[in-house]
């Protein structure tokens, strides 16, 4: 298992210093770093010409690269398109996301799983239909529908939510809204689990437990759950970086100032560092969630071994 995770940490390097360079290419080379420095206006030749000397974009794109990352080494981000490190941008959003997040996944695993469960062991049923048919609505309803619906009718009309989530966003006013967010990836959860389920169901070690005489609830969760829910835990696992990056329609429905927020600011405004440096430690999220989804599968089937 040591070596194991020694190799995949060193296969992330590579895979790291790739995306953050792809990502800083798309936005530097391609796009117009002094345009965001400037604001709303164009900015004149000269100073123009002393913004990319001051900011080193007057420099080869492969040294402005090396200088960005290692800036990023010592816990330099760059500057806003406001002034502000973009450091402290960080600071106060990525533990608004975290939270949104946290509640997202709950809400997948609770409730996805429960109903997948429920619908495999019951397929063909009424309860079964139902759930296919209300999955399949959830995921053919854009979000940023459900969100503006949730928030219009919970929100506006019956007064049950705040319609805008405070600056310190506590978890109470973040369940409507992480609850939007998790609602397509909820509706994959549950289809996932049950076709897992319902395919197990019929396995052999699941009708040899049950020709033991072990008791039924014992039966799903020791042998028949287990085992259904290493693709659960891979889509759920590759979803948290992806719910963290995605959140901006959600976070701009409830004026949630958190990553999403401060990456549609950073595109709105071509602040470049802003864009580059959450889509960094994004990079990171990604890959350390990827390195626990992969260990996660040796505790759910003990037959994987990692030499």
């Known amino acids: 298992m040591g070596r194991y995770v020694i190799r995949r940490l060193l296969q992330m390097i590579p895979v790291f210093f790739g995306a953050t360079l792809l990502i800083f290419l798309m936005v530097n080379v391609m796009g117009d770093p002094i345009a965001g420095l400037c604001g709303d206006k164009a900015c004149d030749p000269a100073t123009a010409a002393r913004l990319k000397q001051e900011f080193g974009l007057d420099k080869p794109v492969w040294q402005q690269y090396a200088t ?9 981000f760059g500057t806003a398109f406001n002034g502000q490190k973009v450091t402290e941008l960080m600071s106060t959003s990525f533990p608004v996301t975290i939270r949104l997040t946290i509640i ?16 495999g062991l019951r397929r063909g049923r009424p309860i079964d239909t139902a759930v296919l048919i209300l999955t399949l609505v959830v995921i053919a309803i854009p979000t940023f529908v459900t969100g503006l619906v949730l928030q219009l009718v919970l ?6 939510i705040r319609s805008s989530v405070s600056p310190s966003a506590p978890f109470n006013e973040l369940l409507v809204p992480g609850l939007v967010l998790a609602s397509v990836s909820l509706a994959y959860v549950t289809r996932l689990t049950r076709t897992s389920i319902a395919e197990n169901s019929r396995a052999d070690y699941v009708r040899t437990a049950v020709a033991k005489g ?13 085992n259904s829910l290493i693709p659960v835990v891979t889509f759920i696992g590759t979803d948290v970086g992806a719910l963290m990056g995605g959140a901006i329609v959600t976070e701009r429905i409830f004026n949630i100032h958190g990553v999403g927020f401060q990456l549609y600011q950073g595109i709105l405004r071509q602040s470049t560092q802003t864009v580059v440096g959450f889509v960094t430690v994004l990079v990171l999220v990604f890959l350390v969630a990827n390195l626990v989804v992969d260990l996660l599968y040796a505790v759910l089937d003990p037959r994987i071994r990692y030499a």
């Not at 960005?68 to 330099?76: E, H, I, R």
């Not at 996944?105 to 619908?119: C, N, Q, R, Y």
């Open 214 to 226: 072990l008791p039924r609830h014992r039966v799903i969760t020791r042998h028949l759950l287990r």
């Open 68 to 76: 960005y990352m290692g800036n990023v080494f010592t816990g330099d």
């Open 155 to 160: 929100g506006v009309e019956w007064k049950w």
């Open 104 to 119: 997202a996944i709950l809400f997948e695993i609770v409730i996805g799983i429960s109903l997948g469960v429920v619908t």
